[in-house]
């Protein structure tokens, strides 16, 4: 989604509002040419989400044109809106409402930014990573998602797996924090995933999986290296299984 305002369609609701909700909350505002109210709210939705500087996203979405996201909100009468954040709705309204409403609706989304929210941002914008300010972040909030992950990623690097680890441990297993870890595991181990040695390396692995058990879980760590998306990862997948049961 670039900027905060986006036109969605059947085709790219997956990648515009869900996928894009785990990042930002995103107002997904259902409208439709011929009708009168939605003129008159989407303006309103628009300038208010617009004001919260990126903080929330807007997802117009003609029900007309767009069947199959109108079907999956279930909607009945438009306009209606929803805050969609991680995936799920959150919130929603439907008919026309006053500004001061659709203020208080989207205000309820766009939180301020705390202290280490806002150097996690400062240290993505560093040249060398921000380190030093992500390790303050983590002093003012110990479990602070953002600065975890890039924090990780940065020891992963240099090949201190130990404390990725042991960080990446603070949170909640998603599958970002199941691929860092396994990142962090192979790093510590001096393994290299390479796309032109990684058949030879898990054919070698698989051998061991079923009386190995660091076999077994670094053939599985180098699938989650790959990621699901990886044309091999669900036949090596269905080669592990295979070869334990």
């Given at each position: 989604?670039?900027?905060?305002?986006?036109?969605?369609?059947?085709?790219?609701?997956?990648?515009?509002?869900?996928?894009?909700?785990?990042?930002?909350?995103?107002?997904?505002?259902?409208?439709?040419?011929?009708?009168?109210?939605?003129?008159?709210?989407?303006?309103?939705?628009?300038?208010?989400?617009?004001?919260?500087?990126?903080?929330?996203?807007?997802?117009?979405?003609?029900?007309?044109?767009?069947?199959?996201?109108?079907?999956?909100?279930?909607?009945?009468?438009?306009?209606?809106?929803?805050?969609?954040?991680?995936?799920?709705?959150?919130?929603?309204?439907?008919?026309?409402?006053?500004?001061?409403?659709?203020?208080?609706?989207?205000?309820?989304?766009?939180?301020?930014?705390?202290?280490?929210?806002?150097?996690?941002?400062?240290?993505?914008?560093?040249?060398?990573?921000?380190?030093?300010?992500?390790?303050?972040?983590?002093?003012?909030?110990?479990d602070h998602e953002g600065a975890v992950t890039a924090l990780a990623r940065i020891l992963v690097a240099r090949g201190d797996a130990d404390e990725a680890l042991a960080l990446l441990g603070r949170l909640p297993e998603t599958p970002e924090i199941r691929r860092l870890q396994a990142e962090a595991r192979l790093a510590g181990q001096h393994v290299e995933v390479t796309d032109d040695g990684v058949d030879e390396l898990l054919a070698g692995l698989l051998?061991?999986?079923?009386?190995?058990?660091?076999?077994?879980?670094?053939?599985?760590?180098?699938?989650?290296?790959?990621?699901?998306?990886?044309?091999?990862?669900?036949?090596?997948?269905?080669?592990?299984?295979?070869?334990?049961?």
């Amino acid at each position: 989604m670039v900027g905060t305002m986006v036109d969605v369609t059947d085709a790219t609701f997956e990648t515009e509002v869900l996928d894009r909700s785990t990042e930002v909350p995103v107002v997904v505002d259902l409208w439709a040419t011929w009708c009168g109210p939605c003129r008159t709210l989407g303006p309103i939705i628009e300038r208010v989400v617009a004001s919260t500087g990126g903080r929330v996203a807007l997802a117009k979405v003609d029900v007309d044109a767009n069947p199959s996201i109108a079907a999956s909100f279930q909607v009945q009468s438009i306009p209606a809106v929803y805050a969609v954040v991680d995936r799920k709705v959150v919130d929603g309204f439907i008919g026309a409402q006053p500004e001061q409403v659709v203020s208080e609706f989207v205000g309820r989304l766009a939180a301020e930014p705390s202290e280490a929210d806002r150097l996690v941002a400062e240290a993505a914008e560093s040249a060398d990573g921000g380190e030093a300010l992500l390790r303050a972040a983590l002093e003012l909030d110990r479990d602070h998602e953002g600065a975890v992950t890039a924090l990780a990623r940065i020891l992963v690097a240099r090949g201190d797996a130990d404390e990725a680890l042991a960080l990446l441990g603070r949170l909640p297993e998603t599958p970002e924090i199941r691929r860092l870890q396994a990142e962090a595991r192979l790093a510590g181990q001096h393994v290299e995933v390479t796309d032109d040695g990684v058949d030879e390396l898990l054919a070698g692995l698989l051998e061991r999986v079923r009386t190995d058990d660091a076999a077994r879980q670094e053939y599985v760590d180098v699938l989650e290296r790959l990621g699901p998306d990886d044309p091999r990862t669900a036949g090596y997948r269905k080669a592990l299984t295979a070869r334990l049961f």
